[in-house]
C-alpha cells in the first residue's frame, strides 16, 4: 500500500509528509505491488469507463481490499499511459501514409526565425 517504511537515523520525530526531507529521518513512499487479480479487474474497468469517481471508487476499492487512492492514482496512471499508446498509435498510423509530423518549435532550424525577422533602417 502507501505505507512508509520506518524512520532513518536517530530522531523519532519524523517530517510530517512521506516526501519532505529534512532533519535525520527520511520517510520513503512504499511502492504498492498489485495482484494479478486486480491489475485485471482494473483492467476491465478501465475498459468500461476511463474515469473511476465517487461510490463506484469506492466500492472497486473496497472488492479489491484497495485504498480508494491507490485505486484514483491506478487510474491517473493508466489514462497517462493510454494517452501516450494512443500518440504512439496516430504517428505510427501517419508514418506509414507518409504524413510527416508537424515540427516543435525547438525543432525549426534557425534560418526559418531570420526569415521571420525583417531589418529595418532608420
Keep these: 500500500g502507501l505505507a ?4 532513518v537515523g536517530t530522531n523519532s520525530l519524523c517530517p510530517a509528509g512521506p516526501w519532505r526531507s529534512g532533519g535525520p529521518c527520511k520517510m520513503k513512499r512504499v511502492r ?3 495482484k494479478p487479480e486486480q491489475l485485471e479487474r482494473l483492467e476491465q474497468e478501465f475498459l468500461k469507463q ?4 465517487g461510490t463506484e471508487r469506492v466500492d472497486l476499492a473496497a472488492t479489491l481490499h484497495l485504498t480508494e487512492t491507490q485505486v484514483k492514482v491506478w ?3 493508466r489514462r497517462i499511459k493510454w494517452r501516450k499508446q ?3 498509435q496516430k504517428a505510427a498510423k ?4 507518409g504524413v510527416i509530423q508537424p515540427a516543435t518549435a525547438d525543432s525549426t ?5 531570420e526569415e521571420d525577422t525583417v531589418d529595418v533602417e532608420l
Design 86 to 88: 494512443s500518440m504512439e
Design 4 to 7: 512508509l517504511s520506518h524512520c
Design 50 to 53: 476511463q474515469y473511476m469517481v
Design 94 to 97: 501517419l508514418s506509414q501514409f
Design 32 to 34: 504498492t505491488v498489485f
Design 75 to 77: 487510474f491517473q496512471n
Design 109 to 113: 532550424d534557425i534560418k526559418d526565425h
